[in-house]
T-cell receptor, first 111, second 113 residues
Framework: EAGVAQSPRYKIIEKRQSVAFWCNPI?????LYWYQQILGQGPKLLIQ????????DSQLPKDRFSAERLKGVDSTLKIQPAKLEDSAVYLC?????????FGQGTRLTVV | QQQVKQSPQSLIVQKGGISIINCAYE??????FPWYQQFPGKGPALLIA?????SEKKEGRFTISFNKSAKQFSLHIMDSQPGDSATYFC????????????FGAGTRLAVHP
């Protein structure tokens, strides 16, 4: 079974630029999560999708972050404009019955 | 009420010893308590998980102990090996939140040969 795929693995951008991350979940998993993991901290949920719909985006900074999940499969997370404090690893995870499987993440550095 | 508090922040254990990591939660609606292992440059990987209807779950060298009344749970790694050196996260989720996982801050474990 293929795991959760994320790209790119690394991204360096200047502040105020925009960036997008892509996630392909495990086939058949209805639930998709985006987490932000700042160095030395536990992952923090940004947004959770159930199929196409958003079920939790309470901690998503909506003035700069956006996410979509087209056709209930792949998802993209966008940051525009980026701030220095957005430097983190962005993890995508998917779930079928509650057990979440994580991708390797995208390490974002904002300079 | 949504927090999961994890301790210690870091842990050094000798090879063959027992590693113990503790977590506490407040929300009594939580009903799923997984532990994740994360190596540098990798995403978290599920290690073992427990639900509140049992007080202990063992898988190989890894054991979760769960104390519902104290709202605490812990991970025990028996016969710790250098390959166990990683960061461990406890987490919790509950009904009504579509299984949203709330993570602890993590414990960096180093097992010395």
């Amino acid at each position: 079974e293929a795991g959760v795929a994320q790209s790119p693995r690394y991204k360096i951008i200047e502040k105020r630029q925009s960036v997008a991350f892509w996630c392909n979940p495990i086939s058949g998993h209805a639930t998709l999560y985006w987490y932000q993991q700042i160095l030395g901290q536990g992952p923090k949920l940004l947004i959770q999708f159930q199929n196409n719909g958003v079920v939790d985006d309470s901690q998503l900074p909506k003035d700069r972050f956006s996410a979509e999940r087209l056709k209930g499969v792949d998802s993209t997370l966008k940051i525009q404009p980026a701030k220095l404090e957005d430097s983190a690893v962005y993890l995508c995870a998917s779930s079928l019955t509650g057990e979440a499987f994580f991708g390797q993440g995208t390490r974002l550095t904002v300079v | 009420q949504q927090q999961v508090k994890q301790s210690p922040q870091s842990l050094i254990v000798q090879k063959g010893g027992i590693s113990i990591i503790n977590c506490a939660y407040e929300n009594t609606a939580f009903d799923y308590f997984p532990w994740y292992q994360q190596f540098p440059g990798k995403g978290p990987a599920l290690l073992i998980a427990i639900r509140p209807d049992v007080s202990e779950k063992k898988e190989g060298r890894f054991t979760i102990s769960f104390n519902k009344s104290a709202k605490q749970f812990s991970l025990h790694i028996m016969d710790s090996q250098p390959g166990d050196s990683a960061t461990y996260f406890c987490a919790a989720s509950g009904p009504g939140g579509y299984n949203k996982l709330i993570f602890g801050a993590g414990t960096r474990l180093a097992v010395h040969p």
